[in-house]
């Protein structure tokens, strides 16, 4: 399965925010 370079960034950041969201909820 090969992921588009802007797929997989997209994925990266959505990550992140849900991390960032996680922790500033505390």
């Known amino acids: 399965l ?3 370079p ?3 960034g997209h994925l990266v950041k959505a990550i992140a925010v ?3 969201y996680e ?3 505390g």
């Open 2 to 4: 090969r992921c588009s």
């Open 6 to 8: 802007s797929k997989a």
């Open 18 to 20: 849900l991390q960032n």
């Open 23 to 25: 922790v500033t909820r």
